[in-house]
């Protein structure tokens, strides 16, 4: 694994930051595989201990209030979780408003300007391109990633 800006959260941070990814998840009531696999991965990163995982997995069906969460958090932590909510937003292939609603709390939380939330969500659709591509070359590609080559 990289090493990321998370690595540098505090305890705390990390099970809020985590916290905030399972609000986004969540929020247009319908969590799928790809959101669960997302949540899980992150809480891996997040360095978060399997006590703790199953006492926030029950946030999955009811999460915590977003708000309480940020208030929480560093604007560092706030910024790392507000990159990695447009992640978690998209992992389904679609932003839902409820989602995008949550985005711009966080954004607003972490003061993070129009133009920069926007550079973000390029880059998101920018790494997207680039793994399918990766699928390409080794011929493993998912279904999608003909749109995505597409688009370039």
Not at 93 to 101: F, K, M, R, T, V
Not at 116 to 127: A, M, V
């Amino acid at each position: 694994m990289l090493p990321d800006a998370v690595d540098l959260l505090d305890e705390r941070s990390r099970e809020a930051y985590v916290g905030v990814l399972i609000c986004v998840a969540a929020a247009d009531g319908d969590l799928v595989r790809e959101e669960s696999a997302a949540i899980e991965a992150a809480m891996g990163r997040a360095m978060i201990r399997p006590n703790q995982r199953e006492r926030m997995r029950p946030w999955l069906i009811t999460p915590p209030d977003v708000d309480e969460l940020l208030n929480e958090m560093s604007q560092d932590a706030k910024r790392v979780v507000l990159r990695d909510a447009i992640i978690i937003a998209a992992v389904d292939g679609d932003y839902h408003n409820s989602e995008l609603e949550i985005i711009q709390t966080i954004s607003k939380s972490a003061k993070v300007r129009h133009s920069e939330l926007e550079q973000l969500f390029s880059w998101l659709q920018e790494g997207w391109r680039w793994m399918a591509e990766g699928r390409g070359i080794l011929g493993v590609g998912l279904p999608g990633d003909d749109s995505l080559l597409s688009d370039s």
